[in-house]
């Protein structure tokens, strides 16, 4: 069997290994530790030497270094009270709208997806200060459940994002730009579900109540305590846009800036310094662990030739640039219902990575990486909501055990259908998504 045959022949049996639900980081180093054994023809020193040579580059890239950091400022956030300032201040201002409530959690969502760069923490996070005011004004279950699933998506969206520091590490992009590249478009999916919710209640009037209006003396205190959140924003982001420090020194600056802010806010003791480091350690365990089996897979892949001659293959048959990314992001759509994003990023970008670049879509190396990233982002992260295999949804759902999963699949495809309207305007108007990039 051929080295090509061989990177063909892994899909299915690392797909068949995930749908028996082994661990994707264990399923990829497995595939690629079989491939490349085969590969050299049953000798196992080059094998030991390419474990022991990817270990040590993996986990010694500068890089990587972000990522606990922007988990660590995303564990103090949530600590520090910033999810509960957020909300009450954007409740303070639409609160007694038709569906303000709702449009608060999601603008709420938002500020906190700035600090903090997960999703399921964002949903997680929200969740537990804006359910029980939904449910307290009235709002449905399922509503209720479905805006909070889909407001976390906004966390791997608005910069700072984790899994865009994984897409700029794989594809040797500008981790500053990409944030950039990704402000309008998070700021565009807010707005869409805003007006989502806005339609939905005006369909299902029953699904949403309302609130007394609060004075205006009291929405300015409201929003003057959103201070923290704007100062760590701009300084983390600012200062990485004006090049006062680079990424990972802004994301340590940010962790610092967020733990300083739960010590004065007499929510940080010991006890929940070591909670959230040891949170920090867990889930950058968990991401490293899939980078270094997606590294092994991925260079198993390169040796196969995989990536080139679907490229080749592709170019080949003269297919529309347009249709192949039509088709690539359906495939995102409907993988993504099955797999987690950040395995879904590391598996599949080297594969359509090098297909997307050889094709001529009229604009230059670098805006085509950061576009085709920014879509890919997005898609994925539908597939957070999407049912049957939403990760937000079966988060929010945990959190109130009393909405059969049923209504809020309903619900939430409202949600998706504007993430659908939005994919579809990004890939018409490239320009939304690059005209902020400096050059």
């Known amino acids: 069997m051929s080295n090509l045959e061989l990177g063909f022949w892994s899909f299915p049996i690392l797909l068949i290994m995930v749908f028996l639900r082994a661990p994707i980081g264990l399923a990829m180093l497995l595939c690629g530790f079989g491939g490349w054994y085969f ?30 950091m922007f988990l660590l400022m995303g564990q103090f956030a949530t600590l520090s009270g910033m999810s509960s300032a957020l909300f009450k201040a954007a409740e303070s201002m639409v609160g007694h709208r038709r569906g303000g409530v709702a449009m608060a959690a999601v603008g709420a969502c938002a500020g906190f997806g700035a600090i903090c ?4 923490a964002t949903a997680a996070t929200m969740s537990k200060v804006a359910l029980p ?10 509503f209720s459940t479905a805006t909070l699933a889909a407001g976390g998506t906004l966390g791997i969206l608005i910069p700072p994002s984790v899994i865009l520091v994984i897409y700029a590490i794989l594809t040797e992009q500008n981790i500053a730009k990409l944030f950039l590249a990704a402000f309008v478009p998070g700021i565009l999916a807010a707005l869409g579900y805003i007006i989502t919710i806005s339609i939905y209640v ?18 300015w205190k409201a929003l003057a305590e959103t201070w923290p959140v704007l100062a760590i924003f701009g300084l983390v982001v600012g200062g990485i846009y004006l090049g006062w420090f680079t990424p990972t020194e802004g994301s340590a600056i940010g962790a610092a800036g967020t733990g300083f802010v739960a010590l004065m806010s007499k929510s940080l003791n010991w006890q929940v310094l070591r909670d959230s480091l040891l949170g920090t350690a867990r889930t950058t365990a968990m991401i490293f662990f899939i980078v270094l089996g997606a590294g ?56 359509f990575f090098p297909v997307i670049s050889a094709m001529d879509f009229g604009m230059s190396t670098e805006h085509l990486a950061i576009w085709f990233g920014i879509l890919v982002l997005i898609v994925v992260e539908v597939g957070l909501i999407t049912p049957p295999v939403g990760m937000n949804l079966f988060i929010i759902n945990a959190m109130d055990k009393e909405t059969p999963m049923g209504e809020t699949y309903k619900a939430v495809m409202f949600f998706v259908g504007s993430d659908l309207v939005r994919v579809a305007i990004l890939v018409l108007f490239p320009a939304i998504t690059l005209f902020i990039l400096p050059g």
Do not use: H
């Open 117 to 120: 760069g997960s999703s399921l």
């Open 39 to 68: 590969a050299m023809g049953g000798n196992p020193t080059p094998l030991l030497a390419k474990l022991k040579s990817e270990t040590y580059t993996t986990f010694s890239s500068y890089s990587l270094s972000i990522i606990p």
């Open 133 to 142: 005011e939904l449910r307290r004004y009235g709002y449905s279950g399922g």
């Open 296 to 351: 092994f897979y991925n260079g198993f892949l390169a040796l196969s030739g995989v990536p080139q001659f679907m490229a080749d293959w592709v170019l080949g048959q003269g297919f529309s640039p347009w249709l192949v990314l039509t088709i690539i992001l359906i495939f995102y759509l409907i993988f993504g219902c099955l797999m987690d994003s950040l395995s879904m990023i590391l598996l599949t970008v080297p594969i």
């Open 202 to 219: 005006r369909l299902y009037p029953d699904a949403a109540g309302t609130r007394p209006a609060v004075p205006m003396a009291e929405r």
